[in-house]
């Protein structure tokens, strides 16, 4: 009976052991965000991904502003990694475009954006277009910018003297990848 007893115990031990394994993380939650950048309902989470790499900035003339002259957006270049760090695609451009180890990859339209603290680049939410080859990317409907740090355009003066030279910045920022269901 003592032999039973234990046996039942330490079988209930490793079951509730083995229970947390292979749980799936915890879904995404998008209810800390301001509304501009919330991905409308009817959309789920299919992919959550960490971008780190850099942002290349150049010294133009402003637009309709003789004489004056600002950094401009020129492109990302980025490694996406899943959450355990793993890579799993790149981000780049112009245009911007996501593309998946597999070959599949998509560009998209900006929808909104929202400020995230000085010294960081803006969330964003943009809307995917349709994707080219099978794969991760296939599906996607939305992707969200969040949780960015740094990416900022230069500090350094842009004037007449370094037109067109351009400045690279580094940024992370977490792509979260959503599709309709």
């Known amino acids: 009976m003592y032999i039973r007893t234990l046996t039942a115990a330490a079988t209930a031990a490793l079951l ?5 394994m292979g749980a799936k993380p915890a879904m995404y939650s998008q209810a800390s965000l301001p509304d501009a950048v919330k991905v409308p309902a009817g959309h789920a989470v299919v992919m959550e991904t960490v971008g780190a790499g850099d942002i290349t900035y150049e010294c133009r003339a402003k637009a309709n502003t003789p004489g004056q002259h600002e950094w401009v957006f020129v492109g990302p270049d980025a490694r996406l990694m899943d959450r355990t ?9 112009p245009p911007a475009t996501w593309e998946s180890m597999d070959g599949s990859k998509l560009t998209a339209t900006q ?3 929202a400020p995230n603290g000085s010294g960081n680049i803006p969330l964003q939410l943009v809307k995917a277009n349709p994707a080219t080859g099978a794969g991760a990317m296939q599906g996607v409907s939305y992707i969200q910018r969040v949780a960015t740090q740094g990416g900022v355009a230069p500090a350094m003066a842009c004037g007449a003297a370094n037109m067109g030279q351009k400045q690279v910045v580094k940024y992370q920022a977490d792509y979260i990848f959503y599709r309709a269901g």
């Open 16 to 20: 509730a052991a083995c229970s947390g």
């Open 85 to 93: 760090g793993r890579q799993v695609g790149k981000y780049y451009g």
């Open 111 to 113: 929808v909104a954006v």
